[in-house]
């Protein structure tokens, strides 16, 4: 129910326009991904234009769950800046995790879904979020709200660790 709820303010009835992954299986965030992102609804607040700012990520498993790797305007690898975990508490198909769009700024705490478009057979990955640590998934707008759609395998890899 809170997946549907969330959904409702992307503008779209998970039930009705989305087909919800099954409970009985894992969900797989692997791959490319590239969207739009904006705070509360998609406000020009940060020049980027009612349509949202251009966010790209490779995700790919790592230590704790879900690694994004952001992409860099021209496609190349960026540094990790998106942490998911393996899949949800309490079977709600939904991933907690942490976002930083910008070295040194506040974090956002924010809560991922995957949905696959019914007539298009589309994978999308739904993000919203706030700095406050504890998210409330009931609140009228997020300051942060992300969809992505997948766009081929994930190129990136996690630099591997020196010690």
Not at 66 to 73: E, M, N, S, V, Y
Request: glycine share 12%; net charge neutral; aromatic share 10%.
């Amino acid at each position: 129910m809170m997946i549907g709820i969330v959904a409702f303010w992307f503008g779209s009835s998970a039930a009705a326009d989305d087909k919800m992954q099954p409970n009985s299986e894992p969900v797989s965030l692997a791959g490319r991904w590239i969207g739009t992102y904006g705070h509360g609804g998609f406000s020009d607040e940060r020049g980027c234009g009612t349509e949202g700012c251009k966010l790209a990520y490779d995700m790919v498993a790592c230590k704790d769950g879900w690694c994004g790797i952001a992409l860099k305007a021209d496609m190349s690898c960026g540094d990790v800046s998106l942490h998911l975990t393996t899949d949800a508490p309490g079977g709600n198909r939904a991933f907690d995790g942490k976002l930083e769009l910008t070295k040194g700024a506040a974090p956002f705490f924010v809560q991922a879904w995957r949905s696959t478009k019914e007539e298009s057979r589309e994978a999308q990955l739904h993000l919203v979020g706030s700095t406050e640590p504890k998210l409330l998934v009931f609140r009228r707008s997020f300051p942060f709200e992300a969809r992505l759609t997948r766009n081929s395998d994930a190129m990136c890899r996690l630099p591997r660790a020196t010690s």
